[in-house]
């Protein structure tokens, strides 16, 4: 097969503020005819600059500084901007991770298809609009006559990307670029997303070049795959070899990072943080955060070894011999990881309904309710975990507010402690505000940006009166950073100082300083990359241990499910429809539903984790 | 004493807020995220070259609010007399072209009056006989012997203006040279050219004035440059003060009805509907109107005609207030709306802050930024709204001094012939480098405050 796209030596500089930011730093690879090649790599790792370096989109902020970008022969790179207008959509198409924004919400599904055909194929109205038809069939939109017409509001996200999909493939390019194509999207759409893609990649012969941070999506449809750090490809295999025997010590990391079953002790984390961009590097980038690292690593920059024949990594180490494959830290001993003991009952939820009316006219006559929640019930026993399952809207963010009296319940007990605190007026509420707690998911969101990290977590104790006066509570916030592994200076600082897993650190500090016995986490981990996600589901897990404390764990992930919950229940359109222990529930779904969230789930191959 | 302070409401309102930007800009270098965007802002050479000249029109206007009565020279027994004419530092500063009035028009540098008068001959054959002709002036180019040498004086007068420029830029030069050294991201360069662009224009006029009318002279023969320097203090204290009754008014209806939605948010949108479909002119003229009455009504409140015309200017600025907040209130509305969905305000929830800290503790500061462009937004409009109501009539008392009252005059002198085009244009000019200066320093403080502009914001 020959190569369709080359970049070689492409290097893209940001103009920061604090320098030049080299996002992409001599990245080589080539996509070859009808293969799907994935780039994989945490948040700032430089893949979607990639991207857009070889679609000529970047920022404003950024440029192409050198290299090369070869489709068929021609670099990209020195087309002039009219000639390359010609390239994009034609024979290089792309879909980005928001469905919502990437299409323009005041024309037709079809006249955004219509308008690509227009611009590189043009042929009579009649002829273009049976095209347009025939594209929203095959990426699988029932009635495409009658989508034809409508706008992208009426649409739901699954079908919005399909549409995106259809307007990208309009022209048939030859190459594909995908950047995190489904992670806006639900498993269960994920995985019909995925499956379209690689048909029509199949059907087309086209190449794909697939951007993502999620190694099951990598397991589920690349043929190779690339491992991108700190702008450079550090690792770059075929995915049996990439999955049986990583070879470079970050890929390795990354999987045992993972949560899952298996992962039955402490997670793996990679220590510290990716380095600065703005800095010149002669020492191998990812030293300060190796286990392996030796003064040659310090001293060198590696460059790509082939240990394996067609498997390259950028370390040292596999300049002479090639890694073993992957072994799997199971043994560390499943009994420690979860505390099985339950205490007496903590929470107890019956029938809990929310349902928020939908008001019309001058008068906001209440014409119907929406329910977002529509009678749950759950038990939660104390130093326990039970993690609230389901996709996007199904109600499960909103009955932890409403557990927690965030949003007041329109029917139902919840039961907190043997007291029904549903129906409590707000003042005889604050006894039971310092009890339970919440976590939030976008750490970015949940801390406000104007104020110091000690006034973030005094608040809370100010409030419900938790220690006798300033003095005391800052004496606690003391020991009670070092819980949580912020460094004691942290108090003085702005939460923008901080990165994201640091600021989910405060977060969860914060809930932490008015003592509660039982937080809802809501998605604390799903704005977060693997590694830092590992750091907090292992701070979370040592927390529990430790003072006893209940989780009500709201997530999509199954995989962290699987790790932190002792109970599952599953909720689908405002009703749990299957509860039970975290192994009956996974291992055999009764519940139709769980079944084909079960089934969505991308997973990474067992040889990848445990061999 | 020598003289008698006179504390004049918006004088003190004025330092007032004077010092309170200080205090604002103290506690912002203080906090590196505060200080942040107005960094950015200073980092445009505009920003900094319309910094000094709003800067400049600044200190006229300071000078300008410090007011005194002088003592009278002392007559017979009893206490000390002070003068009913209230003056200022301004005054002291410009007095040298304060007081020489003319009897009517006389054009810029001019010696001779704009019309013409029968006049007695003094000297020469024709003594005594009546003569209608363009009379000599009093004080503009009255110490020349003969007007032949009126060329070469105004150019003298000009040069040395110049040399004295030159002085100014080589000095100025040090300071930037220094102050680059010191913040090399400050565009220096910029503020100082404006500066001395600035110098360039005054120090020629500053050698011609106290000899010739440098803007010529109004029908009542008052020097237009006095009149538009004077002017600067009004449009100024509108401006600024203005935004006092408006902001209080706007950040608290605004909050409170985006944080507390329901009713509170109805009746809200209500009051500002309804007072955004009255017309402001309409409004403002009944209220002024009104209070017109009232004041004459109290005349033995006031001293001086200056504490009328101060009480008046006052009012203005409470009335236009009241009938522009709405605009911010809608925006922080929408503002607040959003933030109280965010989970920090969730999570303030969840351990039961009461909702006057949230308002003031999570809210306020996190549309501080809006606030700060929108008043940067709304002073030029308030200086123009000035002019326009004070030219309607409904502005500012007309023995006050301001733009407003300047381009009313020029109304009829536009009429007539030949032309008298000098009072506007120098109204005009002045206004428009003020209005100018504000709105590309507002379009600066709107760039630096937004955090869309903010440079390495892509995504990697």
Known sequence: ?611 | MPFLPVFLPTDVLFWFLIAGVAGYAAYCLRRPHLALPWRRVFRSGVALACAVILAVFTLAALLDSVHFRPRLPAEGSGGPAYSAEVLSLLDLALSGIRGKNERTYSAPLATRLYAKEVVEVREGPDAGKQVREYPRLRYGGAHLASEQDWVGDVFARVGAGLVAACVAAALLGLAVRRLRRRAPDVPWKAGGAALLALLVLALPIAFLAPYYHVLGTDKVGQDVLYLALKSVRVSLIIGTLTTLVLLPIAIALGLMAGYFRGWVDDAIQYVYTTLNSIPGVLLIAAFVLMLQVFLERHSEWFYTAAERADARLLVLCVVLGITSWTGLARLLRGEALKLSQLDFVQAAHAFGVPDRRILSRHLLPNVAHIVIISVVMDFSGLVLAEAVLSYVGVGVDPATTSFGTMINAARLEMGREPIVWWSLAAAFVFMFVLVLAANLFADAVRDGFDPRVRVGGAPA
Do not use: W
Not at chain 1, 32 to 49: D, P, T
Not at chain 1, 57 to 81: C, I, K, N
Not at chain 1, 83 to 94: C, D, H, P, S, T
Not at chain 1, 379 to 384: D, K, S
């Open chain 1, 1 to 611: 097969m020959s190569a369709v796209l080359q970049a070689q030596e492409l290097r893209t500089v940001l103009d920061t503020t604090a320098g030049a930011l080299r996002a992409v730093d001599g990245v080589n690879f080539e996509l070859l005819e009808g293969e799907c090649f994935a780039l994989v790599g945490e948040s700032g790792c430089g893949k979607s600059m990639t991207a857009l370096s070889v679609m000529r989109l970047l920022p404003e902020a950024a440029h192409v500084a050198s290299g090369e970008v070869r489709l068929d022969g021609t670099d990209l790179l020195a087309l002039p901007e009219a000639a390359m207008r010609a390239v994009r959509g034609r024979r290089i198409a792309m879909i980005f991770q928001e469905p919502g924004t990437a299409l323009n919400p005041v024309l037709t599904v079809g006249k955004q298809i219509v308008e690509v055909l227009d611009r590189h194929l043009p042929q009579p109205k009649a002829v273009q609009q049976r095209k347009a038809i025939e594209l929203l069939r095959a990426v699988g939109i029932p009635e495409p006559e009658r989508r034809f017409d409508e706008y992208p509001f009426q649409l739901s996200g699954g079908q919005k990307q399909r549409v995106m999909i259809a307007a990208a493939l309009a022209v048939d390019p030859e190459v594909l670029i995908a950047d995190e194509p489904t992670t806006a999207l639900d498993v269960t759409i994920q995985a019909q997303i995925l499956e379209l893609l690689r048909r029509l990649q199949r059907e087309r012969r086209m190449a794909l070049l697939l951007i993502t941070h999620d190694l099951g999506i990598v397991a589920q449809m690349a043929d190779r795959v690339a491992v991108m750090y700190a702008g450079e490809i550090v690792e770059l295999a075929n995915r049996e070899a990439f999955f049986r025997a990583p070879q470079h010590p970050y890929s390795r990391k990354l999987f045992a990072a993972l949560p899952s079953r298996q992962h039955a002790g402490e997670l793996a984390v990679i220590p510290g943080q990716v380095p600065s961009l703005t800095r010149r590097f002669v020492q191998c980038r990812f030293v300060e955060r190796c286990d392996f690292a030796f003064d040659r690593c310090r001293a060198e920059a590696p460059r790509l070894y082939e240990p394996v024949p067609g498997q390259r990594a950028r370390c040292f180490l596999r300049e002479k011999d090639a890694a073993g494959p992957l072994v799997s830290s199971v043994s560390q001993g499943a009994a420690e990881s979860k505390r099985t003991d339950a205490g007496k009952l903590l929470l107890k939820v019956d029938e809990l309904k929310v349902h928020f009316p939908i008001r019309r006219g001058i008068l906001k006559r209440t014409i119907g309710y929406v329910r977002a929640v529509d009678g749950v019930s759950l038990e939660l026993h104390e130093g326990r975990t039970l993690a609230l399952v389901g996709e996007s809207g199904c109600g499960k963010t909103t009955t932890g507010k409403a557990i927690l009296q965030l949003i007041r319940p329109s029917a139902g007990k919840v039961v907190f402690d043997e007291r029904d605190i549903g129906s409590l007026p707000g003042a005889q509420l604050r006894p039971f505000r310092s009890a339970m707690q919440i976590v939030f998911q976008d750490p970015y969101a949940s801390l406000d940006p104007r104020m110091r990290v000690a006034d973030i977590l005094l608040e809370g104790m100010r409030s419900l009166g938790v220690g006798r006066d300033d003095a005391e509570r800052l004496d606690r916030l003391a020991a009670l950073l070092e819980n949580v592994g912020l460094p004691p200076d942290s108090l003085q600082r702005y939460p923008h100082e901080f990165s994201g897993g640091q600021r989910q650190r405060i977060a969860i500090a914060r809930a932490l300083a008015v003592e509660p016995r039982l937080i809802v986490c809501d998605e604390p981990t799903s704005a977060l990359d693997v590694s830092v996600q590992a750091q907090i589901l292992n701070l979370l897990r040592s927390l529990q241990r430790r003072l006893g404390i209940a989780y009500l764990f709201i997530t999509h992930n199954i995989a962290v499910v699987d790790y932190v919950a002792h109970e599952v229940a599953v909720m689908r359109e405002g009703r749990i429809v299957e509860r039970g222990s975290t192994d009956e529930v996974l291992r055999s779904p009764k519940h139709a539903y769980t079944k084909t969230l079960l089934a969505a789930v991308p997973v990474v191959p067992a040889a990848g984790l445990a061999s």
